[in-house]
């Protein structure tokens, strides 16, 4: 009964929305195409809250929605009144089906092709024994590496990825732990708590980072991977110290040393060592943007054919690419697509009267509003359905200037996204984590709550910072 609940809310409010005059949206000038822009939009807030279908089906059926209802070869039906007078502007079918092979999916395949080659030759696991060695064996020490070491790892590859190795790393650490020790649950913590804090330090961290970049892209803001980095590793940095200072003070443990041992070696197989300078390369390549003049983008395919040239990755190994993460990016791009080229987001932006309000009300509003989506629903579902509206204000509020910059937004609500980690349902390391039974709901929920404040007030003052500096 709760699933057709579900359903019937879901598709059935889109439906209604469709037969509403234009005149109970209460927005001036609004067309036809913009109402059917509105019914996609409530039907993909509500599929991806309430999950009747699967979140990357969501967004297959938001493009496929455009093409039919929206594009220039969608039903005859629905382009008809084409022309007339309230009817709106048809978008360019081919447009919609490229957000299937935007730059950024693609940035994001090089990505996964890096972390399936690094997990299939093991060089994650043997570079998480090597870093963890200069830490030592007192337990707020190994919790710290585990922390450093999982942050570096989600920088370069799923977070869900990175949490399931540093967890099956951590097995043996809980184990010498007595059964009533507080410091048990401040180390199952730490590993998802890294995991998101480190997604957010490059562009292919995490996909709200990837989602941003597009928009900064469609505003003629380019970032690149290594600038990128300039204001995100810091950030990652300071809020993982943070985040271990708020772990050991509220799970302390009476252990006063441990031995943490991971075994393996680095193989010396012609194809390990050829996934080892791949890996260094793409890397430095993408640091190095401006001396060469190839984009992320464009680096990030290197890997892609050198991996399938060799056969590291081969056609078995293409199924485990996490595909509906880059479905679900795609579909967040359609969606965005018809609320900006349908000029839905300029219009809605309009009626609200923005002018009037004081910007910095709006910046904490949209992180405020941004991470409690993204406690309760995907981070890369709230990306998408905050992004567009995020972007319209970003172009029509001149007071955003004076901090920092019309594209200030985009980033606040990027980051809090990101910073969503409170419940077990927020992110896939926190479900991990969770399931592993050794952490309760509360506790999550404490450090959670925390770090995501105290990490949306260092958002606001690096975002304020690097727009005076001019780097906005």
């Given at each position: ?93 081919k447009d919609i089906m490229a957000t299937f092979a935007s730059p950024i999916i693609m940035l994001f395949l090089g990505g996964f092709f890096l ?358």
């Open positions: 009964m709760k699933k057709a609940l579900r359903y019937l809310l879901a598709f059935g409010l889109p439906i209604l929305i469709l037969f509403l005059p234009l005149s109970a949206f209460g927005i001036d000038g609004m067309t036809i195409q913009e109402q059917r822009v509105v019914a996609i939009f409530v039907m993909a807030a509500l599929c991806w809250v309430l999950e009747p279908i699967p979140i990357y089906t969501t967004s297959v059926l938001v493009i496929v929605l455009e093409l039919l209802m929206l594009s220039d070869k969608g039903l005859l039906w629905f382009r008809q009144d084409a022309g007339a007078a309230g009817f709106g502007q048809l978008l360019n079918h972390a399936m080659a690094a997990t299939k030759y093991r060089l994650d696991v043997n570079l998480a024994r090597v870093l963890l060695k200069p830490f030592g064996d007192k337990p707020a020490n190994v919790m710290l590496g585990l922390m450093v070491i999982t942050a570096i790892f989600s920088m370069f590859m799923s977070n869900t990825a990175t949490t399931a190795m540093m967890l099956a790393i951590l097995v043996p650490v809980l184990r010498l732990f007595p059964v009533d020790d507080r410091g048990k649950a401040g180390f199952a913590l730490s590993i998802p708590v890294a995991a998101n804090i480190g997604g957010t330090g490059t562009p292919i961290g995490t996909p709200p980072n990837a989602i941003a970049l597009k928009y900064f892209e469609a505003q003629n803001h380019t970032i690149g991977f290594a600038e990128w980095m300039v204001f995100g590793v810091p950030f990652v940095v300071v809020m993982l110290f943070i985040a271990w200072l708020l772990l050991r003070f509220f799970f302390p443990s009476s252990k006063s040393e441990m031995n943490l041992e991971i075994k393996g070696r680095f193989m010396k197989s012609p194809k390990a060592i050829l996934v080892y300078v791949t890996f260094i390369v793409t890397l430095l390549l993408w640091l190095t943007s401006g001396f060469h003049g190839m984009n992320s983008s464009t680096v990030a395919l290197i890997p892609v054919a050198v991996f399938s040239v060799t056969q590291i990755i081969g056609k078995e190994d293409l199924k485990q690419i996490s595909w509906d993460v880059l479905w679900l990016v795609a579909g967040g791009f359609a969606l965005g697509l018809a609320i900006s080229e349908t000029g839905l987001a300029v219009h809605a932006v309009d009626s609200m009267n923005l002018q009037a309000v004081n910007p910095a009300i709006i910046l904490v509003g949209a992180a405020l509003l941004s991470i409690t989506m993204a406690n309760f629903m995907s981070h890369t579902a709230t990306a998408n359905l905050l992004m567009p509206i995020a972007a319209a204000i970003a172009v029509s509020l001149e007071g955003l200037a004076m901090y920092g910059g019309a594209m200030t937004i985009l980033l606040c609500v990027t980051f809090a996204a990101s910073l969503g980690m409170s419940l077990p349902i927020s992110t896939p390391p926190n479900a991990l984590a969770h399931a592993a039974g050794h952490t309760k709901t509360s506790d999550m929920a404490k450090i959670g709550i925390l770090v995501g404040f105290i990490g949306i007030i260092l958002s606001f003052v690096r975002i304020y910072l690097m727009g005076q500096s001019g780097f906005l």
